[in-house]
């Protein structure tokens, strides 16, 4: 009875299988959810992920992991992507909050080292069907997804046949399944206290409310959130505000025909985040780091202020940005899944989805380090370096928001002597030159916090040898840019979006010993994509006191211009990204066939495979060519004002970059397994993956005249055999998987030929990598009171062979000259051992939960030279739940119990300006005790959730 029930509830299914979220409100009930768990296994429930239909997890032969409403209850989760750390074989770095976070499985790090990049090879599903059916660089599945009070279960299938799904994902797919409809109401509410202090941080309030018809074969349910959060670090205002809004209507159905349902669900997401991993802490050294006075663990190092107007480019007029306001994320989405089962054999399914998904980009960027004697921080910074106002002696002054004047320094060019040295009271050297040189900058006032901070630099060897043979080495930083440090900034400023249109639509045959399904999918999309570069600055840098100083040159005769606008912004020409407007129609076509096949009690056959079609066709513009008149200060730049020198290099398109392009591209994935049962509580399967995943990034793949003669893709190939032992009765069950993965990658690189104008593909280009290893999990009831759920992972990934393309259009042209170097070793960010364990235990009204997650060392980099790691991780989070007041549930949750430290992410002060082949791993080997950025792991917090149904 309850594998029927579970069955009609996931019976909705396609190749990636989505599932009906709508189940009868009078099926739900049939049974609690506790006594459902204590009666039924995990390998006995039926899964629709990466299957070609509903299917008990045992014969579908794939590497699975389930979270129900109970998992997901124990402890707070921060994010959908917190979730999925409970699962074996997957890696989620999730300090970045809520959303932005990287996702990986099985050791498959490469192309995901980025939170714009972060699903890379995993797809994330909402109801079945893809959240974005198209990602490309800062356009990702998790920007898109929040988990609520809705969500019911999440299922995970690695490898195998997530290949033959549809959501062009040969990694791994998550399904994130809506629960059903169910009559009445419940609110919760949850309360976060972050940081060292543990001030009050997270509010958060969800709802749902459901009705049901007395038959109870139609309904209706409404649920929702709303939060606002500052986070462990307190930089004055909410750094994630906003909610969710969603509409669950169904209707079951009889005729003659048979019998089926409609489910439809109506999403408005709209959620704006904070990027937390460029805020890092500043110490000496990154082993034992010894914190730098003044910069705690949770340094506000968020910008105040920092407004600016920029041009439109793409239209006349301009347009104003926030630097502090985040990232918005808003979806709006309608999608109808539909089931019919006929009185016979045969099954039909289909789904469709439309959607209108937008991320509006506004943020800062902490560049680095750099002292007020440095061009970094002066001349080149604000493009003086183009425009030659530096060839005419004078001081740039700084002054804070408050309008006094906190810096200031001479520039000394043409045979001038301004100012005396503050530090020392000797008088500034004399520079003959008429140009800029390096000894022209000296500091003559300096009231900034922080002034005295040293970046501890020394002399530094390049491991790289020379064209001689020798190994180069320098002094680093040079003189004195290692004081009176400023904080170099930069604005994102960036607008993309998509319309989609999804839909699949699945018959399937059911004999006494066999099924077949077949099916097609397809996916359409309106891609836009457009980035501003905006403007650059310096701020003042400390805890709580980031804010761009507004800078200006006074000449020696009295002249002033201004150096950056009200928001502390200049040079608009530079900034993050270049400008681009661009634009993609993109349309897939996937027909897919799959057959199971079970001749008796002991063997499971089953197989699928699938046919990607893929047309593109784009669109883009490119403005990176400076105006005409930058390098004259007579020209006034966009305000006509030959004084304000912040506007007079800005961008004009390029008309050579002017690019369109039509490609398309067919690839076939399939998926073989074979499953021997030893008996009811015993399997062990094998399967077999041939899979290509397509080129990522469609929108702005096509963006110069070199790319052109880049395919479509495919952009990476997978190869993978699985070895798996499942087990289990109502009591212990789970499942063992062995694999090797062999995978490589493609970017198409491209060269200018001896022409000088055409270009050429490199050969060899596909990087060639192996991941191997066993992921495991159970869950064991050992007494009727007591639950262990352990999840443990084991990678050995190697790099077999990195090209890198040397000298190509350096010492000529053409392919002469092309000299590769080929890269082998440890499987960067990788790390060999994954663990994760959950024990719960229940006392009359109380459970106690606690749960151990442990990430071995990883290496940062494939390079041989660069012996960087990212240390161990290690933590332990406690919750108990009290359920002794009716229809209540009250938890206290404590993360990261021990307030155990770790270095998720480090970098270097010393970074830039590094003599001919020292690297930034030189420094860090060589200079182990000099400044350092470092991102550590959350500290202790504190939750409190009060969960009411009525």
Request: net charge neutral.
């Amino acid at each position: 009875m309850v594998l029927a029930l579970v069955a009609g509830a996931s019976a909705l299914s396609a190749p990636s299988a989505y599932a009906q979220t709508a189940t009868p409100p009078k099926a739900a009930a049939a049974k609690p959810a506790a006594q459902d768990n204590s009666e039924i296994s995990t390998v006995d429930q039926v899964i629709v992920t990466g299957v070609m239909a509903g299917t008990a997890a045992k014969k579908a032969n794939v590497s699975f992991s389930v979270l129900d409403e109970d998992d997901m209850s124990k402890f707070t989760p921060i994010s959908a992507d917190d979730m999925l750390r409970d699962m074996p074989g997957v890696v989620v770095e999730s300090n970045d909050g809520v959303a932005r976070n990287e996702v990986f499985t099985r050791g498959m790090t490469i192309g995901t080292g980025a939170n714009t990049s972060g699903y890379f090879w995993t797809t994330i599903l909402e109801d079945g069907l893809p959240v974005v059916p198209f990602k490309f660089s800062g356009f990702q599945d998790g920007y898109f997804y929040r988990a609520d009070i809705s969500t019911s279960r999440v299922e995970s299938v690695r490898g195998g046949s997530s290949a033959t799904g549809v959501t062009t994902s040969v990694g791994s797919t998550f399904n994130y399944i809506t629960g059903a409809v169910r009559p009445g109401g419940v609110i919760q509410t949850r309360l976060g206290f972050e940081g060292e202090d543990l001030h009050l941080s997270w509010k958060q309030v969800d709802g749902a409310y459901g009705w049901v018809n007395k038959a109870g074969v139609a309904g209706v349910g409404v649920s929702g959130f709303y939060r606002r959060s500052n986070g462990q670090v307190d930089p004055g205002w909410d750094l994630n505000h906003g909610g969710q809004f969603k509409v669950n209507l169904y209707k079951e159905y009889q005729g003659a025909g048979g019998s089926g349902a409609f489910n439809v669900i109506l999403k408005h997401l709209d959620d704006t985040n904070a990027e937390l991993t460029t805020f890092q802490q500043p110490t000496y050294g990154y082993q034992d780091a010894q914190e730098i006075p003044g910069f705690g663990r949770d340094v506000n190092l968020f910008m105040n202020g920092g407004e600016q107007t920029v041009p439109n480019y793409f239209k006349p007029g301009g347009h104003t940005l926030d630097p502090s306001a985040g990232y918005r994320y808003k979806q709006d989405a309608i999608s109808l899944n539909w089931r019919h089962d006929t009185d016979g054999a045969w099954g039909f399914t289909g789904a469709l989805r439309v959607q209108k998904s937008d991320y509006r980009g506004q943020s800062y960027k902490p560049q680095g380090l750099a002292s007020l004697a440095s061009a970094a921080a002066t001349r080149e910074r604000f493009g003086l370096n183009i425009d030659n106002l530096d060839r005419t002696p004078g001081y740039y002054e700084f002054y804070n928001a408050a309008g006094a004047l906190v810096a200031r320094v001479a520039n000394n060019v043409a045979g001038s002597q301004l100012g005396t040295n503050y530090r020392t009271g000797a008088a500034c050297p004399r520079v003959t030159a008429t140009t800029w040189q390096t000894n022209s900058l000296c500091i003559v006032a300096n009231s900034l916090p922080n002034r005295d901070i040293d970046m501890r630099g020394g002399l530094v060897t390049a491991t790289i040898p020379s064209a001689n043979g020798g190994f180069n080495s320098g002094v680093v930083p040079v003189g004195s840019a290692s004081q009176d440090l400023v904080l170099q900034t930069r604005a994102e400023d960036n607008d993309r979006g998509s319309k989609d249109f999804m839909g699949n639509f699945t018959a399937s045959y059911h004999g006494e010993s066999y099924g077949l399904n077949f099916g097609v999918y397809v996916a359409r999309s309106h891609q836009a994509n457009d980035n501003w570069a905006n403007g650059l600055g310096v701020s003042a840098w400390a805890d709580g006191q980031v804010q761009n100083l507004n800078v200006k040159y006074v000449t020696a005769s009295g002249t002033t211009y201004q150096l950056t606008d009200a928001g502390g912004w200049g040079s608009y020409g530079s900034g993050l990204f270049t400008t681009v407007s661009q634009r993609a129609k993109i349309l897939e076509v996937s027909p897919y066939a799959g057959f199971n096949w079970s001749p008796g009690k002991h063997w499971d056959f089953n197989g699928s495979i699938k046919y990607q079609h893929f047309n593109a066709k784009t669109y883009s513009e490119t403005w990176d060519t400076r105006n005409a008149g930058a390098a004259s200060l007579t020209n006034g730049g966009l305000d006509g004002d030959p004084l304000t020198v912040y506007d007079n290099v800005y961008m004009t398109q390029t008309a050579s970059k002017v690019i369109r392009a039509d490609r398309a591209l067919g690839v076939v994935d399939y998926s073989v397994s074979a499953g021997y049962n030893f008996n009811a509580k015993h399997k062990i399967y094998y399967r077999y993956t041939d899979a290509k995943q397509p080129a990522a990034g469609v929108i702005n793949r096509y963006s110069t005249v070199a790319a052109l003669v880049r395919p479509l893709g495919p952009t990476a190939f997978i190869k993978g055999h699985e070895l798996a032992y499942t087990f289990g009765d109502r009591k212990f069950n789970g499942q063992v998987t062995a694999f090797y993965q062999s995978f490589a990658v493609n970017d198409y690189p491209t060269a200018v030929d001896t022409d000088n104008v055409s270009t050429y593909l490199l050969p060899e280009n596909f990087n060639t990598y192996f991941t191997r290893g066993i992921e495991s999990w159970a869950k064991w009831r050992i007494t009727r009171n007591l639950e262990w759920s352990p999840s443990v992972t084991y990678l050995n990934g190697k790099t077999t062979a990195a090209y890198n393309w040397l000298n190509t259009g350096a010492n000529g042209l053409g392919a002469a000259d092309d000299v590769l170097r080929v890269d082998a070793g440890i499987l960067a960010r990788s790390p060999k051992w994954t663990v994760s364990n959950t024990v719960s235990y229940r006392y009359k009204d109380f459970r106690f939960n606690v749960r151990h997650r442990f990430m071995d060392e990883r290496k940062l980099n494939t390079n041989a030279l660069d012996h960087r790691f990212l240390p161990k991780q290690d933590n332990v989070d406690v919750s108990v739940q009290y359920e002794g007041l009716a229809k209540t549930k009250v938890t206290v949750d404590v993360r990261n119990l021990f307030d155990t430290q770790y270095v998720s992410a480090y970098d270097p002060m010393i970074s830039s300006n590094l003599p001919a082949n020292v690297q930034v791993y030189d420094v860090v080997a060589q200079l182990p005790e000099s400044g350092y950025l470092l991102k550590r792991n959350a500290p202790r917090s504190v939750w409190l959730t009060v969960r009411k149904e009525f």
